[in-house]
C-alpha cells in the first residue's frame, strides 16, 4: 500500500481582501499583500490565476463542443484545446437563476490554451504510445467524426474521456507536478525576485497561485459547505456563490471548477473533507509564502510549504482515486443491467449508452490519475489492465489497440470477467490511495462473482 502524508490542520491569520476591500478573515483566498521589493505599480494584492481560470473555461467549453460530435466536427473543437481569440464561454452560461459576469474567455484571461499546459509523458493506459497531448488531440480527432461524442462500434464516449483525463492532464499535472514541485525548489521562481520583470508579485507567490486556480475551488470555499459548492458547481445557488453580493457571478474567483467540484460531491456525503483541507493548505502555504515580505524562503519557510504540498497533492490524488472507484462501481452495475436485459432479450441501446458513459468516466479519470509528480509503477499497471484500453462489447470484443492508419484494433472479452475486473479496480483504489468516501461501492458483489467464474485468475486482462 502507498503511503499517504497525513492531514494536519493549522491556524493562520490572513490579511486578505475582496475586490478592492481588504479583509482580515483567514477565510478567503485574495488580498495577500504586494512584497515584491521596489514595486511602484498600481497593484494593491499580489493574487493572480486568472490564466488557470480561462484554462478551466476551456476545459468546460472543450466538453461542450465535444458533446457535439461530428455536428460540430474536430475543426471547431480544436480551438477550445489549442486556444483562440474570442472563445465564447459555453459554460457555465449565463442565465436568469446564474447570471455571470463574464461571457468571452478574454474577458478572464487572453492567449490560453491547453494544449501548451498538457502532460507530455507517453500515456500508457491508451494504444499508441502517445503523449498527453497527442492523447487528447487523437480523442478530439475522434470525437469529430462521431455521433453527439459517443462512438457505439468502440464503446467510447469521447465527451467523458477527453474531459475527465484533460482535466488531470492539464490541471492536476501542472499544479503537483510542476507548480508545486519543480517551483517550489528554492532555485526556481524565487520569493526575493519578481515573477517577471514588472510583475506586482514574487515568484513563489505567482506559483503558487497558479497551482491553487488549477485546484478550480472558489476564493471563498472555506465560507461554504461542501453541499453549497456542490452546487454552486452546479449552476444551483447564486447566493453561495456571489460572495461580493453584486448579483452575478464573476468567473475568476467566485466558480467552483474541476477536482474542486468532485471533491465537493466526495465531502457533501459526510465521510470526507477534502475540499476543505486541500483549499486550507493552499491559504496556510500562501501565507507562509507572503511572511517571508518579499525575501527568500527560510529553513521554517520550506518546510512548511512542503507540508502545505504533502496535504495539497496527496488528497487531490485520492479526489481522482475517488473517481474511479465511483465510476468502476458505475460500470459493473450497468454491466449487471445489461446482461438482465440480454437475458431479457430486451433493447439494450440505451443502457448500453450508460455504460460507455460510466466507463469513459472510469478510464479518464484513471488516466488522469497517472498525470501526477509520482510514478505509480505497477498500481498503474495494475489499473491499465483491469480497465484495457476500451470497455467490454455488446460482442464480446474490446479494442486492444491502435493500427498504422489510427484505426481501432479489436479482440475477445468475456463480459463476467470484464465484470471482475471493475470489482478489483475498486479493491485497488482502496488499498493503494486508502480512499474513504467510496461511492457506489459493489465490493461486496466479488465474492459470489469469482465464484461463478471458477477463479479469479482467470479474469485478467493481460
Known amino acids: 500500500m502507498r503511503k499517504n502524508i497525513a492531514i494536519t490542520a493549522s491556524a493562520g491569520v490572513l490579511f486578505l ?3 478592492a476591500q481588504a479583509q482580515a478573515d483567514g477565510h478567503v483566498y485574495a488580498g495577500f499583500p504586494v512584497t515584491v521589493k521596489g514595486y511602484t505599480g498600481d497593484a494593491t494584492t499580489s493574487v493572480s490565476y486568472s490564466g488557470q481560470v480561462a484554462r478551466h473555461l476551456l476545459h468546460n467549453g472543450l466538453k461542450k463542443m465535444v458533446s457535439k460530435g461530428g455536428s460540430a466536427g474536430a475543426d471547431a473543437i480544436m480551438p477550445y484545446f489549442k486556444g483562440s481569440e474570442g472563445l465564447a464561454i459555453l459554460d457555465p452560461a449565463s442565465s436568469d437563476k446564474f447570471p455571470v459576469k463574464q461571457s468571452v474567455i478574454d474577458e478572464v484571461s ?3 490554451n491547453l494544449n501548451g499546459k498538457t502532460d507530455k509523458r507517453v500515456v500508457a493506459g491508451w494504444p499508441g504510445q502517445m503523449s498527453g497531448i497527442e492523447v487528447l488531440e487523437f480523442m478530439i480527432g475522434k470525437a469529430g467524426q462521431s455521433d453527439g461524442g459517443f462512438d457505439a462500434s468502440t464503446g467510447y464516449n469521447y465527451t467523458q474521456l477527453v474531459s475527465k483525463y484533460a482535466m488531470g492532464a492539464v490541471f492536476y499535472n501542472q499544479a503537483c507536478d510542476n507548480y508545486l514541485d519543480e517551483k517550489m525548489r528554492p532555485d526556481v521562481k524565487p520569493n526575493d525576485k519578481p515573477y517577471k520583470e514588472g510583475a506586482a508579485y514574487t515568484g513563489k507567490e505567482h506559483s503558487w497561485d497558479e497551482a491553487f486556480g488549477y485546484w478550480g475551488a472558489a476564493a471563498h470555499t472555506l465560507e461554504l459547505t461542501a453541499k453549497d459548492s456542490y452546487d454552486v458547481a452546479k449552476k444551483k445557488n447564486l447566493d453561495a456563490a456571489d460572495y461580493n453580493k453584486d448579483g452575478m457571478v464573476d468567473l475568476k474567483t ?8 468532485y471533491a465537493a460531491s466526495f465531502d457533501k456525503g ?19 509564502i507572503a511572511d517571508a515580505k518579499g525575501e527568500k524562503l527560510g529553513f521554517n519557510g520550506k518546510n512548511a510549504i512542503k507540508k502545505q504540498v ?9 479526489v481522482i482515486a475517488e473517481a474511479v472507484f465511483k465510476y468502476a462501481g458505475s460500470v459493473y452495475k450497468d454491466m449487471v443491467a445489461l446482461k438482465d436485459l440480454m437475458d431479457a432479450g430486451d433493447n439494450t441501446d440505451k443502457a448500453f449508452a450508460t455504460y460507455a458513459k460510466h466507463w469513459g468516466e472510469a478510464k479518464g479519470f484513471a488516466l488522469a490519475l ?13 489499473i491499465n489492465s483491469l480497465l484495457g484500453y476500451g470497455p467490454w462489447l455488446m460482442n464480446s470484443s ?3 489497440d491502435i493500427d498504422a492508419s489510427g484505426n481501432y484494433v479489436k479482440d475477445e472479452q468475456d463480459m463476467q470477467s470484464y465484470m471482475l475486473h471493475m470489482l478489483k479496480l475498486q479493491q485497488l483504489m482502496v488499498d493503494s490511495f ?12 466479488m465474492s459470489n462473482l469469482v465464484s461463478k467464474l471458477g477463479s479469479s485468475d482467470s479474469a485478467e486482462n493481460d
Not at 459526510?270 to 500562501?286: E, M, P, S, V
Not at 504533502?310 to 485520492?318: A, L, Q, R
Request: with cysteine; glycine share 12%; charged share 25%.
Open 17 to 19: 481582501g475582496m475586490v
Open 110 to 112: 487572453g492567449g490560453k
Open 254 to 261: 467566485e466558480m467552483t471548477y474541476a477536482h474542486a467540484y
Open 270 to 288: 459526510g465521510k470526507t473533507d477534502y475540499l476543505n483541507t486541500i483549499t486550507k493548505a493552499f491559504l496556510d502555504g500562501r501565507q507562509t
Open 310 to 318: 504533502g496535504i495539497i497533492c496527496s488528497n487531490w490524488e485520492k
Open 370 to 382: 497517472q498525470s501526477g509528480p509520482d510514478d505509480l509503477g505497477k498500481i498503474a499497471d495494475k
Open 398 to 400: 474490446q479494442v486492444i
Open 434 to 445: 486508502s480512499i474513504t468516501a467510496r461511492s457506489n461501492d459493489q465490493l461486496a458483489s
